[in-house]
């Protein structure tokens, strides 16, 4: 985004759908991993049958990785290389099919795509849209669950969280809240007794997906 700023660049988003399913256990470097499933709620099936998965499904420690992989083969097969200093950002230079350098980040399933000009961008989204199933999102707007507010001419790019708060605030039924300095009541001192003796399993969840 810095670069996309300094050097007036075009910035867009596809965003994938179903990203994980579209990858591919066949590329992984190591020997793909095998796992099963029970089968889905209200699906009748016999006791002690479960079902094995044939692609990377969300919750599948391998899927991530699996997805990255899926990426860089076909992003290497279109002409791109590794940016050397990270492994999830790509850049092709400008020939015949493409005529100027197109850089594109990815982060799981988002997609962070840089040009200087619009028509080759374009050009390349519809590329990549033959081979993956997602959404145009067009112009960064949002983009990982912040904001994006930028100023073209001045060359600045700020990025602000304060939809990402009213999703937490919503959740959580605190839209109509007061506002505070402190996130806890003044005076309140906590110690390792007040640590809970059981950890529940929801709350973690609920507080691991801030």
């Not at 940016?83 to 962070?112: C, K, N, Q, Y």
């Not at 993956?132 to 999102?137: K, P, S, W």
Request: proline share 5%.
């Amino acid at each position: 985004m810095s670069m996309a700023a300094a050097l007036d660049l075009e910035m867009h988003c596809v965003d994938f759908l179903q990203a994980f399913i579209q990858a591919d256990w066949a590329v992984l470097p190591e020997k793909a991993p095998q796992f099963f499933i029970s089968p889905p709620s209200g699906w009748k099936e016999d006791d002690g049958v479960v079902y094995e998965c044939l692609c990377p499904l969300y919750g599948h420690p391998a899927s991530p990785r699996s997805l990255h992989f899926t990426f860089d083969a076909w992003m290497k097969s279109e002409g791109f290389t590794q940016s050397g200093f990270e492994d999830s950002m790509w850049i092709r230079e400008a020939d015949a099919r493409l005529p100027h350098s197109v850089l594109m980040s990815t982060h799981i399933d988002d997609t962070l795509i840089l040009c200087e000009d619009l028509d080759t961008l374009q050009k390349f989204k519809a590329l990549m849209l033959t081979r993956f199933e997602g959404t145009d999102e067009g112009d960064v707007t949002e983009y990982l669950g912040c904001n994006v507010v930028r100023d073209r001419a001045a060359k600045t790019l700020h990025l602000r969280q304060s939809s990402y708060i009213q999703k937490i605030l919503a959740h959580h039924g605190m839209t109509d809240a007061n506002l505070v300095k402190t996130p806890m009541e003044l005076g309140v001192r906590l110690s390792k007794k007040d640590c809970p003796k059981v950890l529940d399993l929801v709350i973690q969840a609920e507080y691991r997906a801030i």
